[in-house]
Structures are given as C-alpha cells and as structure tokens.
C-alpha cells in the first residue's frame, strides 16, 4: 500500500470556524490532490499540487484553500466552514499527472459541519 | 450532462457468477481507470488503461476507444468482491471525469 495519511480521520466542527486537513505522503511523489465524496456525485476535484509551492484549481475550490510546504505534506483548509462542506474528503497521490500515472488514495477524512 | 456514465447503479449477484460493469464516456481520453471503494471508504486504483485488455487475478478490465466504452469484468464472483466501482477518464484537455459508481453486492 502507498504511504498515505489523512488527518484527523473524523470531525465535527461548527458553521464559520476554520478547519484544516492533513495529508502526509511517504512515497515523494510530486502530485498531490485533495477531492470531495458526496452521494449522487462522483469524486470532484478541490486543488492539487504539481510540487512544493505549486498548486492550482479544481473543480469546486470555492471556500477551500491549500498549501504545500513540503513534497511530503498537503494541507486542505476550509476558512469558514458552512454545512454545504459537509462530506468525505480523500487525498490522492501520483508520480506524474493523472492521466499517466495511477492515482494512490488516503483513507478519507469524514468532516461533518453542524 | 456526466462525461462518465456506468451501469448498473447497483447491481446483485450470487457467489460464483460472472459479474459485468460498463462506463461510457463522451471526452476524448487518454486513459481510463477503474477504481474500487471498499464497504470501509478505502479507494484502490485497480486498473488504467489506453486500449485493449488488462487482466489482474479474476479482474479483466477492457476498452474500446471507437465506441467510448469500458468493461470491468468479475470472473467467479465472491462476497469479498462486493465494493462500489468507479470508472474515471482523463481527457486530452487535461480534465479528469469520474463516474458515480456501481455497487456490487456478491450474496454467499
């Protein structure tokens, strides 16, 4: 199995607070992704990162903000949380674009915003 | 309109069958996955592929670029094979498509 992490795994937080999600790799590969799992919605695309410092867009990035420091850590950061950002949050890895390259997914964070 | 569409959304099986999945896409790839959610929520890549046919244990996953269409295939079905199976595209435009799944059920 691929050497990722997600952390924390569960929570529960509040409408309007800030909430950050971790995402720890040990393979040193240069894609990272953060998407969203919601019923009825296949796997959407929040942000990735293509190296340290370097990251970009998906899908729905609206209220969602990353950084990467480190080739190894991802950081999915909701600056207000609303309950429209309720849902499964997975990270992914590739060595190369998506396309080319297999995708190796975390566990998934479950992030209930009340 | 879903660039990714699979079949069945949901789909019950005896032990020991022969189990078919289909996604049809409607972008111009470069290469399809399909992927394997356990009950638990993990995600595993099980295959990706650019033309004809990959095997891997009972799995057999093929592709026609002509038709954009994909099969997964579930030779000898059993319980542990039961999971949610998703397909997902990655187009020549660098945008990446999944579908919404199947979920398979294989009964004892």
């Known amino acids: 199995d691929a050497g990722i992490t997600q952390s924390p795994r569960h929570k529960v937080t509040e409408t309007g607070t800030p909430v950050t999600l971790r995402c720890h790799q040990t393979?040193?590969?240069?894609?990272m992704y953060w998407y969203r799992q919601d019923p009825g919605h296949g796997l959407r695309l929040i942000h990735y990162s293509y190296g340290v410092k370097d990251t970009d867009k998906g899908e729905v990035s609206d209220g969602y903000s990353v950084s990467r420091s480190k080739t190894e850590d991802f950081l999915l950061t909701l600056e207000s949380a609303t309950s429209s950002q309720t849902s499964v949050y997975f990270c992914?890895?590739?060595?190369?674009?998506?396309?080319?390259?297999?995708?190796?997914f975390g566990p998934g964070t479950r992030l209930t915003v009340t | 309109k879903n660039e990714v569409e699979q079949s069945p959304q949901n789909l019950t099986a005896q032990e020991g069958e022969f189990i078919t999945i289909n996604c049809s896409y409607s972008?111009?790839?470069?290469?399809l996955h399909w992927l394997q959610q356990h009950p638990g929520g993990g995600i595993v890549s099980l295959f990706m592929?650019?033309?004809g046919k990959k095997k891997h244990g009972r799995l057999i996953a093929t592709i026609n670029i002509q038709e954009k269409h994909s099969s997964l295939h579930i030779t000898a079905s059993h319980p542990r094979d039961s999971a949610v199976y998703i397909c997902?595209?990655?187009?020549?435009?660098?945008?990446?498509?999944f579908g919404t799944g199947t979920s398979l059920t294989v009964i004892p």
């Open positions: 592929l650019s033309s």
């Open positions: 997902a595209v990655d187009n020549t435009g660098n945008q990446f498509y």
């Open positions: 393979e040193n590969h240069r894609y």
């Open positions: 992914a890895i590739s060595e190369g674009q998506r396309g080319y390259y297999e995708q190796y």
């Open positions: 972008v111009g790839i470069s290469a």
